[in-house]
């Protein structure tokens, strides 16, 4: 595991973030889309010295990533990402932001474009307790990592990780790396099925490239 500095796992910083600063080389030229308060692009600076940018829907978010340093611009992954040239970045993100796009394949399809890399965390609705709870009571999931009832919710595409794994092989990605992490935050077992990891994982954490 790589040594992200004192102050990276200082309980500050999200699971997931944590994961894809690992994933992420020293020197980067790195794209955060959908950066909301630019909290993953401050620890991408700090602990890894990219060169960071990010693009955000919500002008409150610009405006707070502008007050802290960052060079964040208002966008919409869903539209703005056709604007950017190709390999235009060395990593480009996107944090649980997947099942709020409109388009996520076109969305996926357009990192893999701008960047040599894609990196995406989402959470996992395969997940053993959205699904009892579908079952039990019959009634859309409220969990710790999905809080918002359904009719106030900006997800619009749940997705698990198996859909997430067939969608990378219908785009014809290769996938460097991909980790689940429990409710706790801790990476389940890399050595582990497909179906532990679609039953057990909260939220996960995949690297792609394009295949060459």
Not at 3 to 24: F, Q, T, W, Y
Request: hydrophobic share 45%.
């Amino acid at each position: 595991m790589i040594n992200l500095g004192p102050g990276a796992l200082s309980g500050k910083n999200r699971a997931d973030h944590l994961l894809i600063a690992e994933m992420v080389e020293p020197g980067s030229r790195v794209l955060d889309v959908g950066c909301a308060d630019g909290a993953l692009l401050r620890l991408l600076a700090s602990s890894r010295g990219v060169d960071a940018r990010g693009i955000e829907i919500s002008q409150a978010g610009v405006n707070d990533c502008v007050s802290k340093g960052l060079s964040v611009i208002q966008g919409d992954a869903d539209t703005d990402l056709n604007d950017y040239p190709d390999d235009s970045f060395d990593y480009v993100i996107l944090s649980q932001t997947l099942q709020a796009t409109q388009r996520p394949k076109v969305v996926l399809e357009n990192m893999l474009r701008i960047g040599r890399h894609a990196v995406v965390s989402f959470p996992n609705f395969g997940h053993w307790r959205i699904r009892m709870q579908l079952l039990l009571w019959g009634r859309m999931p409220v969990t710790p990592g999905l809080s918002s009832p359904w009719y106030e919710t900006q997800n619009i595409h749940f997705c698990t990780i198996r859909d997430f794994v067939e969608l990378t092989e219908s785009l014809g990605a290769h996938i460097e790396r991909a980790v689940a992490i429990n409710q706790l935050g801790a990476p389940l077992r890399l050595s582990a099925p497909w179906w532990v990891w679609n039953m057990f994982g909260e939220q996960a954490v995949f690297l792609l490239s394009r295949r060459k």
